[in-house]
Each structure stands twice: as structure tokens, then as C-alpha cells.
């Protein structure tokens, strides 16, 4: 099934979304899409619904096609002062601060936003796999956050970063048993060991 193109006739949309919310470590990564007019629906999908070789593709397609896209991204000290939905939101403004064309209207996969630059936005439940600019922010982030963690695990390999990206595996949590917390994690998220 397609995606929604539009979710209004006549704005100026900035898709956004965010990843890493549930996430032991790393930051918390969000973009902001603009579509051109031309954008074509080419695969774009929610990202968790792709492989990694689609999204990766998708993700030079986007950068090219797209009028304008910003990627934004809060440290884990962040989100232990803000709380990590404060730190999604905060994220995607900061996205938001960084596109060259200001929207009229911002579509957020999700239901919650805190208003930003009196700007009337729209919260949308599973809005990735319904409109293709949330869904092209999503690829964005979820490929730029990925990418980074593969970069940190290079620094600490035993927590498998490489292919948990930071969610809390076994493997991840018993190597925080073993080995204790980097600066990497949250320090508020509470661990359930088995």
C-alpha cells in the first residue's frame, strides 16, 4: 500500500520522526523531511519494515530527492535530565531549527509534541507507515543513529552495539553486569535482569 504523499492541500509539510527511544544507550536521533513535489514513493516505507541494504539506498535517494531534511541527535546525559520523551521532542526540534525552508505544518509519527515556533502540527499514530515524509524521516534517523553506534562499538565491542544498536539484549545487558555503564548509556533507564 502506498503512502500518503499529503496530509493537507495546502501547507508546506515537515514530516518527523524519531529513534533510539527505548534504547540502553546512545543518543536519541530525529529528522525532518520536506518532500519536492516530484518525490516518488520508491520502497519508502517505516524503516523498522526494511532490511538494511533497502534503507540504506533509500536513505541517498531521500538526501537527493527531498527540498530539504536535517537529522538532530540528544546525548544520553540529555535524556537523563529531560526525561526521553522530552528528549524526542526537544530532538525533533532541533531537527525542525536546522531546515532551510520553514513548514507550515509538522506531521509527527506518534502521539505526543510540544509546540514549536507557533507552527500547527499534527500527531499521527504509526504516522511512519502512513505518510512518506514521516516515513523518510525515519529511514534518515534510524540510518544515521545505526551508523553511529556501529562507530561506538569500535570503542566498547563487548556490548554488541554492532547489532543491538544499544536495545537491551541479553548480550547487552549481561555485558552491563560484567562490565558496569559507559558514558554511552542512560543512566535513568532502570535494567530488568532475568
Not at 519508502?44 to 541517498?60: A, E, F, I, Q
Not at 536535517?70 to 532541533?94: G, K, T, V, Y
Not at 514549536?116 to 504516522?127: A, E, L, R, T
Not at 549481561?174 to 562490565?179: D, G, P, S, T
Request: with cysteine.
Amino acid at each position: 500500500m502506498d503512502l500518503l504523499k499529503k496530509w493537507s492541500e495546502n501547507y508546506i509539510e515537515a514530516g518527523c520522526d524519531e529513534v533510539g527511544r527505548g534504547c540502553l544507550s546512545g543518543p536519541v536521533v530525529a529528522a525532518a523531511v520536506i518532500l519536492d513535489e516530484k518525490f516518488e514513493q520508491n520502497f519508502v516505507n517505516d524503516s523498522k519494515k526494511l532490511n538494511v541494504k533497502t534503507r540504506m539506498d533509500l536513505d541517498l535517494y531521500i538526501r537527493e530527492n527531498v527540498k530539504c531534511f536535517a537529522i538532530a541527535e540528544l546525548p544520553p546525559a540529555f535524556i537523563d535530565e529531560h526525561n526521553i520523551l522530552n528528549a524526542s521532542i526537544h530532538a525533533m526540534h532541533r531537527a525542525l531549527d536546522q531546515l532551510i525552508i520553514r513548514p507550515e505544518l509538522i506531521l509527527v509519527d506518534g502521539n505526543k509534541f510540544h509546540p514549536y515556533n507557533f507552527i500547527p502540527h499534527q500527531c499521527i499514530i504509526k504516522g511512519d507507515s502512513k505518510l512518506l515524509s514521516i516515513a523518510a524521516a525515519s529511514i534518515l534517523a534510524k540510518n544515521y543513529r545505526d551508523k553511529l553506534m556501529i562507530e561506538l562499538h569500535e570503542e566498547h565491542p563487548e556490548y554488541g552495539w554492532n547489532t543491538n544498536f544499544g536495545y537491551a539484549t541479553k548480550k547487552h545487558q549481561e555485558a552491563l553486569i560484567k562490565h558496569g555503564i559507559t558514558k554511552y548509556h542512560r543512566h535513568s533507564f532502570r535494567l530488568k535482569y532475568d
